[in-house]
Nanobody, 125 residues
Framework: QVQLVESGGGLVQAGGSLRLSCAVS????????MGWFRQAPGKEREFVGC????????NYAQSVKGRFTISRDNAKNTVYLQMNSLKPEDTAAYFC??????????????????WGQGTQVTVSS
């Protein structure tokens, strides 16, 4: 059974930075495409970005492109989301997710089989 645990969330001022981590246990993370999603209160879960198994390819939502960077350290079984130039509209619970079989589109929630519990990011203006 794959388990994902996010950490690194918190309160930050607009323009600041945070780095989220997603620690994977139970399976080797190199077996999975890894995604990051976020969900604000009253809104649907939305795609932030994803990274391929090798880390060679990334894809980002337009709203975060140029500000957020996803990386992975397969040796540490961990995936990261570096968030810079944060805006109040980035406030949300952030979730990492794992897809073992590239069964669907990068941004499709249903493509990912395993999810973490989320970590809250709050950006004050």
């Amino acid at each position: 059974q794959v388990q994902l645990v996010e950490s690194g969330g918190g309160l930050v001022q607009a323009g600041g930075s945070l780095r989220l981590s997603c620690a994977v246990s139970g399976r080797t993370v190199s077996n999975y495409r890894m995604g990051w999603f976020r969900q604000a209160p009253g809104k649907e879960r939305e795609f932030v970005g994803c990274i391929s198994r090798s880390g060679a390819t990334t894809n980002y939502a337009q709203s975060v492109k140029g500000r957020f960077t996803i990386s992975r350290d397969n040796a540490k079984n961990t995936v990261y989301l570096q968030m810079n130039s944060l805006k109040p509209e980035d406030t949300a619970a952030y979730f990492c997710a794992a897809d073992p079989d590239y069964s669907g589109g990068d941004s499709n929630v249903q493509s990912y089989d395993y999810w973490g519990q989320g970590t809250q990011v709050t950006v004050s203006s």
